[in-house]
């Protein structure tokens, strides 16, 4: 278990403070990779934490399971599983980088065959799937699929029909492919969603619906039963996370939509980030750094939750893709071996858009008795062609509450003073490409994984989820008695 006593009893200064101790802390704090800048100077790692960090880096073994991670070796215990999302951009182990490649090679194939008419006249995909099998795509698509997407793609999770209804009202049901995403082919509400799109459209006048369909997955086999052609299946390894597998074929209706070259671009750009965090040192790694300052405000300051703001209305979705990433990797109570932990693991992570959020949630952020660190998003370059001082007013506001955060303002009227000295990290992107936007996700995903690693626990396995599906099971198997009082009266009001 980490040690964190020589790191709480260091001399922690000020923000300000900081700045004015060293004149090269933009330089010293922001990293430059991939077409991100990503300024860390606006939090509290000074010289002493960075070190202190670095020994406890040592005592993790950061190093050694970074290792581990990159070989292809066993890194997930519990499930005794690699983590192979790395090999799909083309590092780590040489043969598992070779298998990524033929099955990416075989969507490939796939998607040209559509493209060429192989399917039929295909103008709508809709993609089922959900988490890890619908929060990539969704997010690709709406940061980079805005203009001159070749289909129209709708990815439905929700297993609230209202959900379907909403994707399907503007598609043609001769006219759409069937794109079924999940890792295990048997997640209850991907599997309805999939036979309720296969009935509209056979009600549609689609005569062989299951011929229209295909299988994004790990699990072949259940796709196979569940009547989907060999030919349409796309498989990938069951060591790539659900989480981590947009970088697969879960990534299809991007690959579809964008075209292959985008597709390309995107795990490039992924790749680019890989370099930094596999060869960089420590203090120069961006992952890492980021991990560190995640670390510094749950195990020092206490902080419970940590926010994401888009300066730009193409990452909208970041926040919620990061949620997943996050929460379900690094929100547990144990250790890698099973041992209670007796510190903060992940926070919660939150967010939304610039501006809009200013005019919602950043009132506590500025005067809130939570201390928040705050992660800030924005591109050099406008997704729009109106009149730039859109573009000028939302970066100017971006740096403003970055700024604000940092100096606060001390005021006789206590309600009109702010405290100041709270952190943010701003990433300033050269615009938002598939090969940034690779770039930012890999970055997420290493620092999660440090912060794992940090912290003793398995980002890799999600046993929290299943004791909710468990129950919501039982209780459709066998009705509203045999459970605590509060839910048999909700079932009985529901249903009877
Ligand atoms: O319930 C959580 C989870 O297993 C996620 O980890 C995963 O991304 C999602 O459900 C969907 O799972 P699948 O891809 O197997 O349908």
Request: proline content about 4%; overall charge negative.
């Given at each position: 278990?980490?040690?964190?006593?020589?790191?709480?009893?260091?001399?922690?200064?000020?923000?300000?403070?900081?700045?004015?101790?060293?004149?090269?802390?933009?330089?010293?704090?922001?990293?430059?990779?991939?077409?991100?800048?990503?300024?860390?100077?606006?939090?509290?790692?000074?010289d002493e934490q960075l070190d202190a960090f670095i020994a406890i880096a040592k005592e993790m073994d950061l190093l050694g399971k970074r290792e581990t991670l990159l070989s292809g070796a066993i890194i997930n215990?519990?499930?005794?599983?690699?983590?192979?999302?790395?090999?799909?951009?083309?590092?780590?182990?040489e043969q598992a980088v070779a298998e990524a490649k033929l099955l990416q090679n075989r969507m490939k194939a796939l998607i040209e065959a559509i493209d060429a008419g192989a399917m039929g006249d295909i103008k709508?995909?809709?993609?089922?799937?959900?988490?890890?099998?619908?929060?990539?795509?969704?997010?690709?698509?709406?940061?980079?699929?805005?203009?001159?997407?070749?289909?129209?793609?709708?990815?439905?999770?929700?297993?609230?029909?209202?959900?379907?209804?909403?994707?399907?009202?503007?598609?043609?049901?001769?006219?759409?492919?069937?794109?079924?995403?999940?890792?295990?082919?048997?997640?209850?509400?991907?599997?309805?969603?999939?036979?309720?799109?296969?009935?509209?459209?056979?009600?549609?006048?689609?005569?062989?619906?299951?011929?229209?369909?295909?299988?994004?997955?790990?699990?072949?086999?259940?796709?196979?039963?569940?009547?989907?052609?060999?030919?349409?299946?796309?498989?990938?390894?069951?060591?790539?996370?659900?989480?981590?597998?947009?970088?697969?074929?879960?990534?299809?209706?991007?690959?579809?939509?964008?075209?292959?070259?985008?597709y390309e671009e995107i795990l490039q750009g992924a790749a680019a980030m890989d370099a930094n965090f596999a060869n960089s040192d420590l203090t120069e790694n961006a992952p890492v750094l980021a991990a560190f300052?995640?670390?510094?405000?749950?195990?020092?300051?206490?902080?419970?939750?940590?926010?994401?703001?888009?300066?730009?209305?193409?990452?909208?979705?970041?926040?919620?893709?990061?949620?997943?990433?996050?929460?379900?990797?690094?929100?547990?109570?144990?250790?890698?071996?099973?041992?209670?932990?007796?510190?903060?693991?992940?926070?919660?992570?939150?967010?939304?858009?610039?501006?809009?959020?200013?005019?919602?949630?950043?009132?506590?952020?500025?005067?809130?008795?939570?201390?928040?660190?705050?992660?800030?998003?924005?591109?050099?370059?406008?997704?729009?062609?109106?009149?730039?001082?859109?573009?000028?007013?939302?970066?100017?506001?971006?740096?403003?509450?970055?700024?604000?955060?940092?100096?606060?303002?001390?005021?006789?009227?206590?309600?009109?003073?702010?405290?100041?000295?709270?952190?943010?990290?701003?990433?300033?992107?050269?615009?938002?490409?598939?090969?940034?936007?690779?770039?930012?996700?890999?970055?997420?995903?290493?620092?999660?994984?440090?912060?794992?690693?940090?912290?003793?626990?398995?980002?890799?396995?999600?046993?929290?989820?299943?004791?909710?599906?468990?129950?919501?099971?039982?209780?459709?198997?066998?009705?509203?008695?045999?459970?605590?009082?509060?839910?048999?009266?909700?079932?009985?009001?529901?249903?009877?």
């Amino acid at each position: 278990m980490p040690n964190w006593n020589a790191l709480k009893s260091l001399n922690h200064h000020p923000l300000t403070r900081l700045f004015e101790l060293d004149n090269e802390r933009v330089s010293k704090m922001t990293q430059n990779v991939a077409g991100l800048r990503i300024d860390m100077s606006k939090t509290h790692l000074g010289d002493e934490q960075l070190d202190a960090f670095i020994a406890i880096a040592k005592e993790m073994d950061l190093l050694g399971k970074r290792e581990t991670l990159l070989s292809g070796a066993i890194i997930n215990p519990t499930e005794e599983r690699s983590a192979l999302h790395i090999t799909e951009r083309g590092l780590g182990d040489e043969q598992a980088v070779a298998e990524a490649k033929l099955l990416q090679n075989r969507m490939k194939a796939l998607i040209e065959a559509i493209d060429a008419g192989a399917m039929g006249d295909i103008k709508h995909i809709l993609h089922v799937g959900i988490g890890g099998s619908a929060l990539g795509p969704k997010l690709l698509m709406d940061a980079l699929g805005r203009e001159d997407a070749k289909y129209d793609v709708a990815i439905v999770s929700n297993v609230d029909g209202a959900a379907m209804a909403e994707a399907v009202k503007d598609f043609d049901p001769q006219k759409t492919l069937l794109a079924v995403a999940s890792k295990t082919f048997t997640t209850t509400e991907t599997l309805m969603n999939a036979q309720t799109a296969m009935d509209w459209m056979t009600q549609g006048g689609v005569s062989d619906a299951i011929g229209r369909v295909i299988a994004l997955t790990a699990n072949p086999e259940k796709a196979l039963e569940f009547g989907i052609d060999e030919s349409r299946i796309l498989p990938f390894n069951e060591n790539v996370g659900g989480r981590y597998s947009l970088w697969c074929s879960i990534g299809f209706p991007a690959a579809i939509g964008l075209g292959w070259d985008a597709y390309e671009e995107i795990l490039q750009g992924a790749a680019a980030m890989d370099a930094n965090f596999a060869n960089s040192d420590l203090t120069e790694n961006a992952p890492v750094l980021a991990a560190f300052a995640d670390l510094y405000y749950t195990q020092i300051t206490g902080a419970q939750t940590r926010a994401i703001f888009a300066y730009d209305e193409r990452l909208r979705l970041l926040p919620d893709y990061l949620q997943q990433l996050e929460m379900e990797s690094n929100g547990k109570s144990v250790t890698s071996e099973g041992e209670p932990i007796d510190y903060a693991s992940s926070p919660i992570t939150w967010g939304g858009v610039g501006t809009d959020a200013q005019h919602a949630v950043f009132q506590l952020l500025h005067q809130g008795t939570h201390v928040i660190p705050v992660e800030f998003i924005a591109s050099k370059t406008p997704g729009h062609d109106f009149d730039p001082i859109h573009h000028e007013t939302l970066l100017t506001n971006c740096f403003a509450q970055g700024a604000a955060l940092m100096a606060g303002r001390d005021n006789d009227d206590k309600a009109r003073s702010y405290e100041g000295n709270r952190p943010s990290v701003t990433i300033l992107i050269e615009d938002v490409t598939p090969a940034t936007l690779g770039a930012l996700i890999a970055y997420y995903e290493h620092r999660t994984f440090v912060n794992a690693v940090m912290l003793g626990i398995n980002p890799f396995d999600q046993y929290g989820v299943e004791l909710g599906k468990e129950i919501a099971k039982k209780i459709s198997n066998e009705g509203p008695s045999g459970f605590d009082p509060s839910t048999s009266a909700l079932m009985k009001a529901a249903f009877e």
